[in-house]
């Protein structure tokens, strides 16, 4: 218990860790840093993130992967590719204007599976979580960004602001 409280969190040691224990097939619950996901997703949240598994991850599904700067990352699939045998995801922040790029399928090594926000667990399974995170990929996937042209208004209404307002 004392060696991980003395690693720091940014450090290569701690990112090694965090892969050695999804590889070992253990879930592992994070305070999620940044904006690059929000609104679903909002800075300080606990993130539930499980093994990748066997089954590759689909296009709006939300992953964590190893990015090419070595950094662990929680971003979404836009799009999954197949070519000479491997897969490659197109991976994506839902408030950022660029891709991250093409991942080979072997830097995915979790999803998530749902969030703590304010006392509340929300499961990526329930029926709103499902219609909202296909409303951010839609918005993901159009470019527009954190403008959100197609879909902010569709996130503000009260359907789906309760779930966001926790």
Do not use: C, W
């Amino acid at each position: 218990m004392k060696l991980i409280e003395t690693i720091n969190q940014y450090s290569v040691d701690f990112n090694r860790i965090l892969v050695d224990f999804l590889e070992a097939g253990y879930s592992l619950r994070l305070t999620a840093q940044g904006t690059s996901m929000s609104p679903l997703i909002r800075e300080g949240d606990v993130v539930l993130i499980d093994p990748i598994g066997s089954q590759l991850p689909k296009p709006s599904e939300v992953v964590f992967f190893i990015n090419h700067q070595g950094n662990l990352v929680l971003h979404r699939v836009i799009k999954r590719m197949r070519k000479n045998r491997m897969f490659f995801f197109l991976l994506k922040g839902d408030q950022v204007a660029n891709t991250d790029g093409f991942y080979e399928e072997d830097r995915i090594i979790g999803r998530l599976r749902g969030f703590e926000r304010n006392g509340n667990t929300l499961s990526m399974k329930d029926m709103p979580f499902k219609m909202l995170n296909y409303l951010a990929f839609l918005r993901s996937l159009t470019g527009f960004g954190s403008r959100g042209i197609l879909t902010a208004p569709l996130l503000k209404s009260r359907i789906f602001s309760k779930y966001l307002d926790y």
